[in-house]
Structure formats: structure tokens, C-alpha cells
């Protein structure tokens, strides 16, 4: 099944506002589609720390649907991504791990909670404006990377399942961003150069720090280096991932060689920031790592020991891996090349060529020697 078009009648769009979204419904109702847009509020504008950018895509969403022909309306799934979304990122924050709320909100908003909407509105499908591609293989959908390598949103779709890939349909998998910009051009959009969104959704454009203070109290402790010299203080582990260098306060110490210090540890219990020097320490690099939460697009789990690639964070070139499971639901990942800065909670994404298999939550590094580097807290 090609994604630019699918079999069916009638096809609802997610409108964020973005050029993307646009595209896609524009393409979509030139090839003859029965469309509409919705536009979904996904946070509680009633909030004050609501971000106010969500009125200006909201406007940008209609001036656009307008433009096409197409009625929009406005659909509020904020309940949907507070129970679903919201708090399972303050939670993972809380253990001192990394979310990926973008990967969750696919699966629980967008193709969960919208999807149902959609179909009881007697829709047969939804479409969003991500580059990605479907296809139908031998009886299953399988989810295959964006043509454009540069934009190639795969990474953040591989919970999607069977079911939802069957109603669900990406116009854009086989363009490129410079053509999706011309088409918005030549439609008269007046978002065709707008800026693409960046960062969490419901944070917008306010700093994140304070954003994170307001639902979690920070509490201040030791930067430590490994061999337990105290260093520093850091204002709140949750402010804090590993790989990180910036925001880290001790740099330019005379004691110091002029090689900038880099997060590899983070200790709940104790409140501990455990850093190195130098982009190249050994301590930022394991050859593995354990994972939870597997999903398998095609419903059904491969032959072991599997010889794959994975991208262990978004726009990373696929890394050549070996994945097993080792019980109680971990599989173990070893890759034939060191990785650098394996963060807990973020999501490891696994493929065969262009063809997305599925992918997991990270639970912790394992180092070069065979012994597991707990950097996610029990």
C-alpha cells in the first residue's frame, strides 16, 4: 500500500497548524478524498502555563483549512494527554530518567484517542503530516522510513500497531521537506514558511526549567566525578541527562585542563550528578544496553538472536546491533560499534533497511567489561 493514498473515502487530518499537516491535507483532497481537518488541543488552555502558541497554530490551522475547502474542527483530547502523557513524563523525570512524551503522545493521542475519534465520526482513516511511509507486505503493515532522510519521522512511530497502521495514512513519506515547502507556496499558505515545531508540544517556547519546577520541586546536591570528588552543585537531577555538557555550572576551574565536563550518572537516592572530562571518556561510551516495553510493529516477535540496526536517539545514523531477550522482559542490545550517552527512558528504535520493526524504552547502559552501568534509578 502506497501512503500517498489509500483505498477509502473518507480521511479526518491532524492539523497542528505547520506546513506539514497542510501539505498533507491538501494532497490528500486533490486526490479526490472526502476531507476534514481536526485540530487537537491537547493541553488545558485554561492553564496558565498553557503555551498561548497553540491560539496561533489553531488560527494558522483554519486560515488553511479554509484555503482548501475543508472544514476544521477543534477537538480538546487535554484529559486524554494528562492521564496518558503528562504524568508518565513527570514520573520518568521523577526516577531521573529521560521520556520521549513526543513517542507517547503518537501512540496515546494522535493514533489512540484521535483515531477513535475520527472513526466515530465515520471516517475510515486518519493522516498526519509525518514522513513516514506505509506499506502492506505479504498480509502486514510494515512502517518504513520517510524518503527524505532529513525529516524521517519513523523514530517517533514505532509503537503504532497493526491496527492503527491500517487507518492510518502519511502523504508526505515520499517527498521531500524543499517540495512540501513549494507546494505550500504555490497553495498560497500562509504558514508555507513557518518554522517547524521543536521540543515538547505542551512546554511551546517557555524555558524548560521552569517549566519542570512548576510540577516538580528541584532539590539541589552534589556533581560528583567518579572517583567521588565533589565538585559542585546542581540545581535538580531532573534538569540533567546523560551526554550532557551545557548547563552544568563548573566550568573554567583552575584546576581544571580545559576539557569540559559531560553528565554520566545520575543517583536518585543519593541526589548524586556523576560527570567526566573530555568528549571521549570512557565512562560516556558502552558498547550495550538493556530495554523494556519491546513493541513489534508486525504484532509478532522475530527470530532470535536478531541482527538489526537501531537509533538509540532521533537523527542518529542506524547503528549496527544484535538484539536477544534475557527474561522478565529485557532484551539485551549489543552494538558492533561504542555508543556514546545510552540514556535511561529514552527509546531505542529498531530496522531491517528502510523497514521500522518496532523499539523499546532504554533501561540502562551496559559497559565494556559485562557489568551493568545502572545509570537509571531503581
Same mark, same amino acid.
Given at each position: 500500500?502506497?501512503?500517498?493514498?489509500?483505498?477509502?473515502?473518507?480521511?479526518?487530518?491532524?492539523?497542528?497548524?505547520?506546513?506539514?499537516?497542510?501539505?498533507?491535507?491538501?494532497?490528500?483532497?486533490?486526490?479526490?478524498?472526502?476531507?476534514?481537518?481536526?485540530?487537537?488541543?491537547?493541553?488545558?488552555?485554561?492553564?496558565?502555563?498553557?503555551?498561548?502558541?497553540?491560539?496561533?497554530?489553531?488560527?494558522?490551522?483554519?486560515? *488553511?483549512?479554509?484555503?482548501?475547502?475543508?472544514?476544521?474542527?477543534?477537538?480538546?483530547?487535554?484529559?486524554?494527554?494528562?492521564?496518558?502523557?503528562?504524568?508518565?513524563?513527570?514520573?520518568?523525570?521523577?526516577?531521573?530518567?529521560?521520556?520521549? !512524551?513526543?513517542?507517547?503522545?503518537?501512540?496515546?493521542?494522535?493514533?489512540?484517542?484521535?483515531?477513535?475519534?475520527?472513526?466515530?465520526?465515520?471516517?475510515?482513516?486518519?493522516?498526519?503530516?509525518?514522513?513516514?511511509?506505509?506499506? &502492506?507486505?505479504?498480509?502486514?503493515?510494515?512502517?518504513?522510513?520517510?524518503?527524505?532522510?532529513?525529516?524521517?519521522?519513523?523514530?517517533?512511530?514505532?509503537?503504532?500497531?497493526?491496527?492503527?497502521?491500517?487507518?492510518?495514512?502519511?502523504?508526505? %513519506?515520499?517527498?521531500?521537506?524543499?517540495?512540501?515547502?513549494?507546494?505550500?507556496?504555490?497553495?498560497?499558505? !500562509?504558514?508555507?514558511?513557518?518554522?517547524?515545531?521543536?521540543?515538547?508540544?505542551?512546554?511551546?517556547?517557555?524555558?524548560?526549567?521552569?517549566?519542570?519546577?512548576?510540577?516538580?520541586?528541584?532539590?539541589?546536591?552534589?556533581?560528583?566525578? !567518579?572517583?567521588?570528588?565533589?565538585?559542585?552543585?546542581?540545581?535538580?537531577?531532573?534538569?540533567?541527562?546523560?551526554?550532557? &555538557?551545557?548547563?552544568? %555550572?563548573?566550568?573554567?576551574?583552575?584546576?581544571?585542563?580545559?576539557? !569540559?565536563?559531560? *553528565?554520566?550518572?545520575?543517583?536518585?537516592?543519593?541526589? @548524586?550528578?556523576?560527570? *567526566?572530562?573530555?568528549?571521549?571518556?570512557?565512562?560516556?561510551?558502552?558498547?550495550?544496553?538493556?530495554?523494556?516495553? @519491546?513493541?513489534?510493529?508486525? %504484532?509478532?516477535?522475530?527470530?532470535?538472536?536478531?541482527?538489526?540496526?537501531?537509533?538509540?536517539?532521533?537523527?542518529?545514523?542506524?547503528?549496527?546491533?544484535?538484539?536477544?531477550?534475557?527474561?522478565?522482559?529485557?532484551?539485551?542490545?549489543?552494538?558492533?560499534?561504542?555508543?556514546?550517552?545510552?540514556?535511561? %527512558?529514552?527509546?531505542?528504535?529498531?530496522?531491517?533497511?528502510?523497514?521500522?520493526?518496532?523499539?523499546?524504552?532504554?533501561?540502562?547502559?551496559?559497559?565494556?567489561?559485562?557489568?551493568?552501568?545502572?545509570?537509571?534509578?531503581?
Amino acid at each position: 500500500m502506497s501512503s500517498k493514498g489509500v483505498s477509502r473515502d473518507r480521511i479526518i487530518v491532524g492539523m497542528s497548524g505547520g506546513v506539514d499537516s497542510s501539505v498533507a491535507a491538501l494532497l490528500l483532497k486533490q486526490q479526490g478524498y472526502d476531507v476534514s481537518g481536526v485540530f487537537m488541543q491537547n493541553w488545558d488552555e485554561k492553564d496558565p502555563e498553557g503555551p498561548c502558541q497553540a491560539e496561533i497554530d489553531a488560527h494558522d490551522a483554519l486560515a *488553511v483549512c479554509d484555503k482548501i475547502g475543508i472544514s476544521l474542527d477543534a477537538v480538546s483530547f487535554a484529559s486524554e494527554y494528562w492521564d496518558k502523557v503528562f504524568t508518565y513524563f513527570l514520573d520518568e523525570y521523577r526516577s531521573g530518567r529521560t521520556p520521549n !512524551p513526543d513517542i507517547l503522545c503518537n501512540k496515546e493521542i494522535k493514533f489512540r484517542a484521535f483515531l477513535d475519534y475520527a472513526l466515530a465520526q465515520g471516517a475510515e482513516s486518519i493522516a498526519t503530516g509525518h514522513y513516514a511511509r506505509i506499506r &502492506r507486505h505479504q498480509g502486514v503493515f510494515q512502517l518504513l522510513k520517510g524518503c527524505d532522510a532529513n525529516k524521517d519521522q519513523s523514530y517517533f512511530l514505532y509503537t503504532l500497531g497493526q491496527s492503527q497502521l491500517a487507518r492510518a495514512c502519511f502523504p508526505l %513519506g515520499e517527498y521531500e521537506k524543499v517540495e512540501v515547502r513549494k507546494i505550500a507556496l504555490e497553495a498560497g499558505f !500562509p504558514n508555507h514558511e513557518k518554522k517547524d515545531s521543536t521540543g515538547i508540544c505542551f512546554i511551546g517556547e517557555r524555558k524548560f526549567k521552569a517549566f519542570l519546577e512548576h510540577y516538580l520541586p528541584a532539590r539541589k546536591g552534589d556533581i560528583k566525578t !567518579p572517583q567521588g570528588e565533589v565538585i559542585g552543585v546542581h540545581e535538580g537531577l531532573m534538569f540533567h541527562t546523560i551526554g550532557q &555538557r551545557k548547563g552544568l %555550572g563548573i566550568g573554567g576551574r583552575q584546576e581544571d585542563d580545559g576539557e !569540559p565536563w559531560y *553528565v554520566v550518572a545520575k543517583d536518585v537516592s543519593q541526589n @548524586i550528578l556523576t560527570v *567526566v572530562q573530555g568528549n571521549h571518556h570512557p565512562l560516556l561510551y558502552n558498547r550495550g544496553l538493556m530495554a523494556l516495553d @519491546i513493541h513489534w510493529i508486525s %504484532g509478532q516477535e522475530p527470530l532470535f538472536p536478531l541482527e538489526v540496526s537501531a537509533k538509540i536517539r532521533y537523527r542518529q545514523p542506524d547503528q549496527n546491533c544484535t538484539v536477544e531477550p534475557v527474561g522478565d522482559g529485557k532484551y539485551l542490545v549489543t552494538f558492533r560499534e561504542m555508543q556514546r550517552a545510552i540514556a535511561p %527512558g529514552q527509546s531505542i528504535v529498531f530496522y531491517q533497511d528502510e523497514v521500522c520493526l518496532g523499539g523499546g524504552i532504554i533501561d540502562c547502559a551496559k559497559n565494556n567489561e559485562k557489568q551493568m552501568l545502572e545509570v537509571s534509578i531503581d
